[in-house]
């Protein structure tokens, strides 16, 4: 079964870079779009990035634009986002996600990042 | 970008009884390829979120036929014809239709 696993989160200044990773397993990686999710504790979901099953196309929400970088290794099975000039409003659970257009059908079980000094 | 409203944002429901939530769309959200692109998605308590229904009403795989999606234009609705226990959580409806994607508020749903 779809199985996608994220990790790299952890507590990083304001200021600072984390790189998240997902390593997907249980289907095609290669076909899908992927995208990663976030949400704020105790708040709602929030879009952060999709990207295309052959590394295009890609978006961002406007909020993370120019800091936040996603790629994908289809080699390797594994999604990732490089997170720049972290803000404390990017404190949240990261989830990665299988899908991206039009929809997303997968979720992992997440990784917190902490923004604080 | 498309604001999604959802009500109520708190449901208390009786086990065995039905319920249902309201989402509507700032913009409409019929795609230019024909297909409304509305998604309902639970979250248990200290889990992710997982999809319940894609395109308005299209159960995923492994979703019990209690839960039913319904609308059109900017209007869309999840029904639970009857509440288990199981059902408790926060209910989330997200349009894919015009990027970028976005989710309503939640409803919590709580047994009575």
């Known amino acids: 079964q779809v199985q996608l696993v994220e990790s790299g989160g952890g507590l990083v200044k304001p200021g600072g870079s984390l790189r998240l990773s997902c390593a997907a397993s249980g289907f095609i990686f290669s076909d899908y779009y992927m995208s990663w999710i976030r949400q704020a504790p105790g708040k709602g979901l929030e879009w952060v990035s999709y990207i295309g099953s052959g590394g295009s196309p890609m978006d961002y929400v406007d909020s993370v634009k120019g800091r936040f970088t996603i790629s994908r290794d289809n080699a390797m099975n594994s999604l990732y986002l490089q997170m720049n000039s972290l803000r404390a409003e990017d404190t949240a659970v990261y989830y990665c996600a299988r899908g991206g257009r039009r929809s997303v059908d997968s979720w992992g079980q997440g990784t917190l990042v902490t923004v604080s000094s | 970008d498309v604001v999604m409203t959802q009500s109520p944002l708190s449901l208390p429901v009786t086990l065995g009884q039905p319920a249902s939530i309201s989402c509507r769309s700032s913009?409409?959200?019929?795609?230019?390829?024909?297909?409304?692109?509305l998604n309902w998605f639970q979250q248990r308590p200290g889990h992710s979120p997982r999809r319940l229904i894609s395109k308005v009403s299209n159960r995923d795989s492994g979703v019990p036929d209690r839960f039913s999606g319904s609308g059109s234009g900017t209007d869309f609705t999840l029904k639970i014809s009857r509440v288990e226990a199981e059902d408790v959580g926060l209910y989330y409806c997200m349009q894919s239709t015009h990027w970028l994607y976005t989710f309503g508020q939640g409803t919590k749903l709580e047994i009575k």
């Open positions: 913009q409409g959200l019929v795609h230019s390829d024909g297909n409304t692109y």
